[in-house]
């Protein structure tokens, strides 16, 4: 079974650009997080999608924004960027079941601002 | 707020030694607790759940509720756990997953 991939691997942008980021989830599985691991911070929440809607998202601004498509896949759109956005951004999936909300990561896109 | 505490953030043993890695959580709710595991130039997979108590490659971990500790035993390292290692905790999935910074383990030869 295939893992969460993640396009592009590596991404270089100037200060003020848009990033979009894309993130396809395991077979069956409804829920997409966005993570955000910059250098020193560690990884940090950004977003999570289930079924098409954003249920929460953690501390950053609103410039950060993504939706999940019927399909589940996501994008993720960082506007007006700035340096300090350069970091590892992961996504994972999960499928959301009672027991518990264990998380699978893809292996990451690089953004890198300059 | 969610916390989770890594103290270490490298640690060096012997092969055949023992090892601890140590985690620290702070939730008022009931916690899940996961430990991630991060291979040179692999992506991160889950190592262990604390609420499927398996053991995966002779790593185990307990929830221990009292000191709000999680922490990653295994009792003979071998080389090829050398790697990151992150501690996660998760509250249903509202605020996705909490992260420590991670504990580089180093198994010497």
């Known amino acids: 079974e295939a893992g969460v991939t993640q396009s592009p691997t590596h991404l270089i942008k100037t200060r003020g650009q848009q990033a979009t980021l894309r993130c396809s989830p395991i077979?069956?599985?409804?829920?997409v997080y966005w993570y955000q691991q910059a250098l020193g911070l560690g990884l940090q929440f950004l977003l999570w999608?289930?079924?098409?809607?954003?249920?929460n998202r953690g501390n950053f601004p609103p410039r950060f924004s993504g939706r999940q498509f019927p399909n589940y896949s996501s994008e993720l759109n960082v506007n007006a960027l700035e340096l300090e956005d350069s970091a590892l951004y992961l996504c994972?999936?999960?499928?959301?079941?009672?027991?518990?909300?264990?998380?699978?990561f893809g292996p990451g896109t690089r953004l890198t601002v300059l | 707020a969610q916390r989770v505490t890594q103290p270490e953030k490298l640690l060096s043993v012997f092969k055949g030694a023992p090892v601890e890695l140590k985690c620290n959580y702070s939730?008022?709710?009931?916690?899940?607790l996961f430990w991630y595991v991060q291979y040179s130039r692999q992506r991160l997979q889950l190592l262990l759940r604390?609420?499927s108590r398996e053991s995966i490659k002779g790593f185990t971990a307990d929830l221990n509720k009292g000191e709000t500790s999680f922490h990653l035993k295994k009792p003979f390292a071998q080389e090829e756990d050398s790697a990151m290692y992150y501690c996660?905790?998760?509250?249903?999935?509202?605020?996705?997953?909490?992260f420590g910074k991670g504990t580089h383990l180093i198994i010497q030869p």
């Open positions: 994972a999936s999960s499928l959301r079941d009672y027991l518990t909300d264990t998380q699978y």
């Open positions: 077979s069956g599985h409804t829920s």
């Open positions: 999608y289930d079924e098409g809607e954003e249920r």
């Open positions: 939730y008022s709710g009931s916690p899940e």
């Open positions: 604390h609420i």
């Open positions: 996660a905790l998760g509250g249903g999935g509202a605020d996705g997953l909490t």
